[in-house]
């Protein structure tokens, strides 16, 4: 039997709209099944990060559709704490990256209920109330990380009290079973690793889920 002192709580920032996230979340939820890991989910808003940047008009385009998820989670967080973002992450994650749902009420208010949460949260998608909140998280998750570098990011922590926090892993498919848990250990070697900064190399297929 696992003791829960024998189990590393990992932290990982999420916007539920990125890809590349979602993606990292259903690793990371492989790896507690074969590792001594726990993840605790934590939002960050794309949205946020990029206010003010000079971007891509498509990819300023693709923003501006997309505040609304960041915020909802973040205000069902605030009104029913953490716990209730790894349920609520999936079912956000699974009509946005599996479904193609569109980013509207309509998906906010089908994800809240199907978590068994009020649909007055939906409100919050077209408020800026929490959006210096949004701002104040991102800045928890990539301030560690030493770089604007988005989500996923993750934090592991050290011995010494400190964290080991990077971006990613990118990675396409999400690896299964034992295959999530080799990564994780090759993540954790790498992060561990005192002067280790990048590994790299072009994506060549695409997301996959």
Known sequence: MIRSTDVTTVDMW???????AWI????LLEVEQVRQVRTRFQVFSLAVHNEGREVDAWYRE???????????MLAAERAHGNEVLRDLYT?????IHLDKAPIDRALSLAALAE?????????AAESTDLDQALLAGNRAALDPIGEDLGVPAIHIPR???GVN???????????RGEAAGKLWDGVLLLAGTDGFFE??????????D
């Open 91 to 95: 079912a956000f994650g699974n009509r």
């Open 14 to 20: 999420f916007d539920p709209v990125c890809p590349w």
């Open 62 to 72: 693709w923003l501006d559709e997309r505040w609304g998820p960041a915020r909802v």
């Open 159 to 161: 011995p010494d009290g």
């Open 115 to 123: 978590c068994g949460l009020p649909a007055e949260l939906a409100d």
């Open 24 to 27: 990292a979340s259903r690793w």
């Open 199 to 208: 590994i790299k190399r072009g994506r060549s297929r695409p997301i996959v």
């Open 165 to 175: 926090a990077f971006f990613g892993p990118v990675v396409s498919p999400v690896p």
